[in-house]
């Protein structure tokens, strides 16, 4: 089992920066994916950055070039680096994590919600203009 605590979110001006953070314990299966998704109001839950254990990253067209995702792994902590932050940016973040065995195949980009099973608490990122 595998639980993770996220940080870092909280009010910010249109432009400003903010910083995610995201602990992982217990059980971490050294292959892994990690996505950040995000929630606003009435809206469907979508992702906005991954990474993976080797490192490699993917990001939604509307944050390409502003978030940035990184990862500590001797500290088992994820990150989202958010730039340029913009009133459309606000929501509700989530950090999810997803073990990739030998052999599983890697959900495609974008994941999906339904592909992780591990989840963050989700922290309110609220942007003003």
């Known amino acids: 089992q595998v639980q993770l605590v996220e940080s870092g979110g909280g009010p910010a001006q249109t432009g400003g920066s903010l910083t995610l953070s995201c602990a992982a314990s217990g059980d971490i299966y050294p292959v892994y994916l990690m996505a950040w998704f995000r929630q606003a109001t009435g809206k469907d839950r979508e992702a906005v950055a991954s990474i993976r254990h080797t490192g490699l990253t993917n990001y939604s067209d509307s944050v390409m070039g502003r978030f940035t995702a990184s990862q500590d792994r001797a500290k088992n902590t994820f990150y989202l680096r958010m730039n340029s932050l913009k009133p459309e940016d606000t929501a509700t973040y989530y950090c999810?994590?997803?073990?990739?065995?030998?052999?599983?195949?890697?959900?495609?980009?974008?994941?999906?919600?339904?592909?992780?099973?591990?989840w963050g608490q989700g922290t309110q990122v609220t942007v003003s203009s």
């Open positions: 999810a994590f997803k073990a990739i065995p030998e052999d599983y195949p890697w959900p495609r980009w974008p994941p999906r919600p339904l592909d992780f099973r591990t």
